[in-house]
């Protein structure tokens, strides 16, 4: 946890996909100081014209390279979201992604909204720490 969704347009390479679900998964470690077999990636590619993904006004020009990274996670501080934010685009630089390139919204929710199997939530019968 927590769990990621990269929306991406369709054209790369396993080996790029990897790279970047790898470094995403990296500084979701390091910002969030979540173990590192915690990991949850869905990467999702679409046609063009299936993912918009515009500059909300702000004058940012985006490329055939974008992606939206949907983190829903548990509370995190804002501090630790911001630091995210910025280990993510550093660690995606590596990838070839360019700043305006990485779009981040994070969903937060309780722990009562979390299943891992077996058909318990294991934040609330202590299985897992909170």
């Known amino acids: 946890m927590p769990l990621l969704r990269i929306d991406a347009y369709r054209g790369r390479s396993k080996s790029e996909i990897a790279g970047l679900l790898d470094a995403i998964h990296l500084a979701v470690v390091e910002a969030f100081d979540v173990p590192e077999r915690d990991r949850y990636q869905l990467y999702q590619e679409h046609e063009p014209g299936h993912l918009i993904v515009q500059d909300t006004g702000l004058g940012i020009e985006r490329s ?32 070839g992604l360019r700043p305006e390139d990485i779009m981040v919204s994070v969903v937060v929710n309780d722990d009562a909204d979390w299943s891992f199997g077996l058909g318990r939530a294991q934040f609330l019968t202590g299985e897992l720490a909170g």
Do not use: D, G
């Open 64 to 95: 055939s390279r974008t992606i939206v990274i949907s983190m829903i996670s548990r509370a995190r501080a804002t501090e630790r979201k911001q630091a995210f934010y910025q280990l993510v685009v550093a660690k995606l630089a590596a990838c």
